[in-house]
């Protein structure tokens, strides 16, 4: 990448500076007063585009008025064409994550489905994370249900094996699937290649949606079955047909040209912008997906462009057109950027009239009403909080909320966990996991009273503090708490609650929430709403402890085994824990998988194997 020239100005010296700033293509960095980076932009003219910002006579809207007065400083880098400053921009806006920037989230949480080419006889996952690996993925899909039911229609109309790529080597007998006729079984029988790889080049077209094209084919087959009079595999397929009729019949068309294109709308109210993705495949919509955006500070055709440019780079398909209801910002530029990326030309547009018009008409109507639900349903959360501050009498918002719990085994492995909730709403980036340490013994105030003061007692070198802080395990962890804030000396302390489960011997019917200076728990009366809340956050944690608790014990259970067998050391070790995962699995495999296995010999692999029981 050609860059010629980094330059940082001082924001208050703007005014003044604007006249030497260079006219070429490049891009800005903005930072606050603490050095974070807030703001990344591309510009064809950087002089231009920073004097929208700066210049006196150009008076900014109010979003963008917001941006300038939180800007210390300004950073420009000089590229060598308009492109490198696309690429630029991106790579700085994935590095820096600007609050004002829109960033797309990765894909990991939306299900997809992985079909592996590659193997002879290839088999239909789900995945959360799709990889350049030489397999075809499909989705992603908007929920899980929408996944497995998809999953579910190609199991029981086409026959892809159901084992796992270790179960396909060793299996000896065919499974119930097989038995069920839901399986051809190729790991047990012999099963020619090449009708296998017919059967998975139907389940492609399926997926790929051309359902149509698929019914065709298979009614010609049928045909040509019955007239060489095998008419157990005429109704074969005559069964797969009306299967996929009717999904096909449960798609809506909503185009007649049978092409695959994206439609997106983008609307925008107060301090939320909405992107909305429609997927059309061969005319049919395929799905659509939503994302919501929060204080970005560019115009709608920016804001567009740089959406597009995130989304395309993490999905594994892109469609030759694409409709946008608003003309991203350097249209071309993307367009041939995304060209390159797919292999074939892709085009961008806004339609005026017509079928296609009519379908960005569709896509924004809908966008605005997600939009609207969305903004009601943060409106809900904020009212919920509301009564939560006042029902336990606290001086803010609750906006922000920590919950610890512990986890451990007769004070074996303890560990602890913390889990965030914003706005009501888990933020999972926040969570945390804390080991113990110095304490062997099942103590769970001596657990609380450390990872407490191992997160408060930072000072500034910390998180910014939470509005309220919950701990399980009632009055005694409340009063733990109590005291590590009172050892720290903690200005403008967090709220504390503490939540203990009901005692059904004493006729409890709900959880109960304790407050310092109460000895009664908080009485919420009609409002088991705020209580409810309150029980999902600390089974979210306990949720939490528990997975990482099972996590470190299943290590330090294998490890030992491993350990005490002669002649592993930590290279063998750590390639048998890559290869084959647990001791389970070891124990299940044969010698000869176990010598296949780098550092290891069919002595090495029978010793092990022997020393495994």
């Given at each position: 990448m050609g860059i010629t020239t980094t330059t940082r100005y001082r924001a208050s010296d703007m005014h003044d500076l604007l006249p030497r700033i260079a006219s070429n293509p490049g891009v800005y960095i903005m930072r606050d007063v603490d050095g974070k980076v807030i703001y990344v932009g591309k510009a064809r003219n950087l002089k231009k585009r920073l004097a929208s910002y700066f210049s006196p006579a150009d008076k900014p809207d109010i979003k963008t008025g917001i941006l300038i007065r939180k800007i210390a400083d300004v950073e420009t880098i000089i590229t060598a064409s308009e492109k490198e400053a696309l690429i630029l921009e991106s790579n700085l806006i994935k590095r820096y994550k600007p609050?004002?920037?829109v960033v797309l989230k990765d894909d990991k949480r939306y299900p997809s489905l992985r079909l592996d080419i590659q193997h002879p006889y290839p088999r239909l996952t789900i995945v959360r994370k799709t990889k350049k690996d030489g397999a075809l993925y499909f989705g992603p899909y908007a929920s899980a249900h929408a996944v497995r039911q998809t999953l579910k229609i190609v199991n029981k109309t086409f026959y892809l094996r159901k084992c796992s790529d270790r179960e396909f080597k060793t299996?000896?007998?065919?499974?119930?699937?097989?038995?069920?006729?839901?399986?051809?079984?190729?790991?047990?029988?012999d099963i020619e290649t090449g009708a296998y790889q017919d059967m998975v080049k139907d389940v492609v077209l399926f997926l790929k949606g051309q359902g149509a094209d698929l019914v065709?084919?298979?009614?010609?087959?049928?045909?040509?079955?019955?007239?060489?009079q095998?008419?157990?595999?005429?109704?074969?397929l005559r069964d797969?047909?009306?299967s996929i009729e009717r999904t096909i019949e449960k798609q809506v068309a909503v185009s007649n040209d049978l092409k695959d294109r994206d439609v997106i709308a983008i609307v925008q109210k107060e301090k939320h912008t909405l992107v909305a993705v429609f997927q059309v495949r061969t005319g049919f919509l395929n799905g659509s997906r939503n994302f919501v955006f929060t204080d970005t500070i560019a115009p709608l055709a920016e804001v567009l462009g740089e959406f597009m440019r995130q989304y395309y780079e993490q999905s594994h398909f892109i469609p030759k057109e694409i409709l946008a209801a608003v003309r991203p910002d350097d249209r071309e530029l993307i367009a041939d950027w995304l060209g390159q990326l797919k292999g074939q030309k892709v085009i961008i547009h806004k339609p005026v009239r017509g079928e296609k018009a009519h379908l960005l008409k569709m896509a924004l109507t809908n966008a605005e009403r997600s939009l609207q639900d969305h903004i009601a349903a943060e409106d809900k959360q904020l009212e919920m909080l509301t009564r939560l501050q006042k029902r336990l009498h606290m001086p803010t918002l609750?906006?922000?909320i920590e919950c610890y719990d512990n986890s451990n085994l007769s004070g074996v492995d303890p560990v602890a966990s913390r889990v965030v909730f914003t706005d009501g709403t888990a933020d999972s980036s926040a969570y945390r996991y804390y080991r113990i340490r110095g304490i062997h013994r099942p103590d769970d105030y001596a657990y609380m009273h450390q990872i407490l003061t191992r997160r408060f007692g930072k000072g500034d070198r910390s998180e910014a503090y939470p509005d309220l802080v919950m701990v399980d395990g009632?009055?005694?962890?409340?009063?733990?708490?109590?005291?590590?804030?009172?050892?720290l000396n903690i200005e403008n302390r967090p709220a504390i609650i503490g939540i203990a489960k009901k005692d059904a011997r004493r006729g409890e019917v709900q959880d109960k929430i304790y407050i310092p200076g109460r000895s009664n728990p908080v009485g919420f009366g009609r409002q088991t709403d705020?209580?409810?809340?309150?029980?999902?956050?600390?089974?979210?944690?306990?949720?939490?402890?528990i997975s990482y608790h099972r996590k470190r014990r299943a290590k330090r259970t294998l490890h030992s085994r491993l350990d005490q067998i002669p002649g592993i050391g930590k290279k063998r070790k750590d390639s048998l824990l890559k290869h084959f995962k647990s001791i389970k699995q070891i124990r299940a495999a044969t010698v000869d998988e176990i010598s296949a296995v780098p550092g290891f010999n069919q002595k090495l692999a029978q010793a092990l194997l022997e020393a495994l029981g």
């Open positions: 609050r004002y920037n299996r000896e007998r065919p499974c119930l699937h097989c038995q069920m006729r839901g399986c051809m079984a190729p790991c047990c029988r065709r084919k298979m009614r010609a087959q049928m045909q040509a079955a019955a007239q060489e095998d008419f157990e595999r005429a109704a074969r797969k047909i009306f609750p906006r922000r009632g009055r005694g962890q409340l009063n733990i708490a109590r005291s590590v804030f009172d050892d705020l209580l409810l809340f309150l029980q999902r956050v600390r089974d979210e944690a306990h949720r939490f402890a």
